[in-house]
């Protein structure tokens, strides 16, 4: 099986920074591109930010300039770093893999249990 376990959301205020982290764990064989999505109250989950194996990323419009993702593969983890932050962000963050499990042999996606960003004053 493969976990991955998200940590860093919180309370911040308009303007402030915050730094998510994402841990992939388990039985990995490979894994392929790790994203983080967002899901605000009401609305659909939607990308924030992708990054591939080889390091090219993909973000939201709406992120552009003020997140930036980053990975170790060496250590099958993902950081987002929000700064500039606005309350339009405030989400459960959710972290994604395509990776592949030692027993099976194809990619599939993982998801995280989801950490709480709320940004207000």
């Known amino acids: 099986q493969v976990q991955l376990v998200e940590s860093g959301g919180g309370l911040v205020q308009p303007g402030g920074s915050l730094r998510l982290s994402c841990a992939a764990s388990?039985?990995?064989?490979?894994?392929?591109?790790m994203s983080w999505y967002r899901q605000a109250p009401g609305k659909q989950r939607e990308l924030v930010a992708m990054?591939?194996?080889?390091?090219?990323?993909n973000y939201a419009d709406s992120v552009k300039g003020r997140f930036t993702i980053s990975r170790d593969n060496a250590k099958n983890t993902v950081w987002l770093q929000m700064n500039s932050l606005k309350p339009e962000d405030t989400a459960i963050y959710y972290c994604?893999?395509?990776?592949?499990?030692?027993?099976?042999?194809?990619?599939?996606?993982?998801w995280g249990q989801g950490t709480q960003v709320t940004v207000s004053s």
């Open positions: 994604s893999g395509f990776i592949r499990e030692r027993r099976l042999p194809a990619f599939r996606d993982y």
């Open positions: 388990g039985s990995i064989f490979s894994i392929n591109a």
């Open positions: 990054m591939a194996s080889g390091g090219s990323t």
